[in-house]
């Protein structure tokens, strides 16, 4: 039988990793952006205890590899008597994980941002958390967008890591049809193409939030 037949015929198994892919990358790029920003407010201000607990979890998370915090979640946790699902370990590790670099992304961008904005705003009798939110946010996240473009397309390629604590996705399903008929080459190259397709969605809306962002005024930061 053709190879690529056996590709074909095994096309349930691809889709269905597919849209795993797409569900655990979708959830966890959405609560690791809301995460980042979360971080990013509690980080504003004085120095305080808050924030130097905040920053070494930040700095944990940049120099943990991403696999052993998955296996951390999924197989050490069951020690403490808290045992997840590998859907779930998989989705919180991504979420933590990117969580933690969304964050020193955004607070290196909000280091540049111009103090006049934030001094017009308080002088206008802004308060604190409506400065952030109508007037650094918009700002440091449009400011932002290649990086976190960059970053977007990391927690794509790191989902396929979950596949060794047996969560169906993309690669997953590659190996899945690579060892039962033998066929690695275009197994895998399957698998690189559906991973590509969702970083060409990745790359062209990150250009049209940029193009949004410069009709919008914020070209200039």
């Not at 308080?122 to 802004?126: L, S, T």
């Not at 958390?129 to 952030?132: D, I, Q």
């Given at each position: 039988?053709?190879?690529?037949?056996?590709?074909?015929q095994s096309r349930d198994t691809f889709i269905?990793?597919?849209?795993?892919?797409?569900q655990l990358f979708g959830i966890s790029a959405l609560l690791g952006l809301l995460l980042g920003v979360v971080l990013l407010?509690?980080?504003?201000?004085?120095?305080?205890?808050?924030r130097k607990g905040l920053g070494g979890f930040i700095n944990v998370m940049r120099t943990v590899p991403f696999l052993i915090l998955a296996y951390l979640i999924y197989y050490g946790l069951?020690?403490?008597?808290?045992?997840?699902?590998?859907?779930?370990?998989?989705?919180?590790?991504?979420?933590?994980?990117h969580g933690a670099y969304f964050s020193e992304i955004l607070r290196g961008q909000r280091l540049v941002i111009p103090k006049g904005l934030v001094e017009a705003a308080?002088?206008?009798?802004?308060r604190h958390?409506?400065?952030?939110l109508r007037i650094l946010l918009p700002n440091v996240f449009m400011s932002s967008l290649p990086?976190?473009?960059?970053?977007?397309?990391?927690?794509?390629?790191?989902?396929?890591?979950?596949?060794?604590?047996?969560?169906?996705?993309?690669?997953?399903?590659?190996n899945s049809v690579q060892s039962t008929y033998f066929i690695p080459m275009k197994a895998f190259l399957v698998a690189i193409l559906l991973y590509w397709i969702i970083s060409l969605v990745i790359?062209?809306?990150?250009?049209?939030?940029?193009r949004f962002g410069k009709q919008r005024g914020f070209s200039h930061v």
């Open positions: 039988m053709n190879e690529w037949s056996i590709i074909w269905s990793g597919f849209l795993k892919t797409l407010y509690l980080l504003e201000g004085q120095s305080n205890w808050l069951p020690q403490g008597g808290l045992r997840l699902s590998a859907d779930l370990a998989g989705l919180i590790a991504l979420t933590l994980y308080q002088a206008h009798g802004f958390h409506l400065v952030f990086l976190l473009g960059n970053q977007l397309i990391v927690c794509l390629k790191d989902t396929a890591f979950l596949c060794i604590i047996t969560v169906r996705e993309v690669t997953a399903a590659a790359e062209y809306g990150i250009r049209y939030l940029t």
